[in-house]
């Protein structure tokens, strides 16, 4: 009698068991399909999407483990890790609000495609990197464009592209930054005073930018400030100190 007790306690160990492991992958599976269906909408916003014509929810998912099977997209652990759109000749908009929706998302780059307008809100995202260079993106960018993104955010890519205004502060609050290129674009005003660090990459030239290069960014390359003539200290020329008419006050202006 124990026994038959204890053979039908293990069939029913078995049989819960069963059930647990087809939940995770009938779950896995609804997940992946899931963001197929959010990557769909994501492309709804987008114009010239010939090549993304392998995104079809009715063939198969966007990601095979961490194995991609539609174009662009980046996979880990069967999650979409972020996206790859580079040089697909792409338009339109930029949907934060659907890329939201996928809760692996970590990257981004659409570098060399037709994208105009604003900086997209990026900071809803918890991105790593973010690549927006060569496009046609314009305008100011927000002062807390990158708020909130400190924990994360290590590259950020904005070269050639229309923006203006001032280089936004919150730039500066990102720790874990080690990767900037504003180049060729139209920043104006003062270079913000970033922290000391070890910078893979650092370029802001070809801007408008004036006045004194931080002491924290003297140890870079002149060609990274190369393209703005109101500049001026290490590593570029030393500043001439000009007085304002009226006034016992100097300003540092670039050495012509």
């Keep these: 009698m124990a026994r038959n007790k204890s053979a039908a306690h293990d069939q029913w160990l078995l049989f819960l068991l069963a059930i647990a492991s087809s939940s995770c992958v009938i779950s896995s599976c609804t ?3 899931g963001e197929g269906v959010i990557l769909m909408n994501f492309k709804n916003s987008l114009s010239n999407t010939s090549a993304l014509d392998n995104w079809n929810v009715t063939s198969r998912n966007p990601c095979n483990n961490s194995q991609p099977l539609w174009a662009g ?26 890329l939201t929706q996928l809760p692996a998302f970590k990257t ?21 990197s973010v690549y927006l260079s060569q496009n046609q993106f314009s305008g100011d960018i927000p002062e807390d464009a990158f708020s909130g993104m400190g924990g994360t955010l290590k590259k950020v890519y904005l070269a050639n592209n229309g923006f203006t205004g001032k280089i936004p502060s919150s730039l500066v609050a990102l720790p874990k930054l080690g990767e900037l290129d504003l180049g060729d ?6 270079i913000p005073d970033f922290q000391p660090r070890d910078w893979m990459t650092m370029n802001l030239a070809n801007n408008r930018l004036e006045g004194q290069i931080p002491a924290s960014l003297s140890n870079l390359n002149p060609a990274d400030f190369e393209g703005n003539s109101g500049l001026c200290g290490k ?3 030393p500043c001439e100190m000009v007085k304002k008419k ?3 006050d100097g300003q540092r202006i670039g050495a012509q």
Excluded: H
Excluded at 73 to 98: A, E
Excluded at 114 to 126: E, I, T
């Design 31 to 33: 997940a992946t399909e």
């Design 73 to 98: 997209v980046l996979c880990n652990n069967g999650r979409v890790y972020g996206l790859q759109l580079q040089s697909m000749g792409l338009t339109g908009l930029i949907d934060i609000d659907t």
């Design 108 to 128: 981004i780059s659409v570098m060399n495609n037709g994208f105009r307008g604003p900086l997209p809100d990026v900071k809803r995202l918890a991105l790593i």
């Design 185 to 190: 674009n139209q920043f104006t005003g003062e």
């Design 235 to 237: 590593p570029l020329s």
């Design 246 to 248: 009226g006034s016992s």
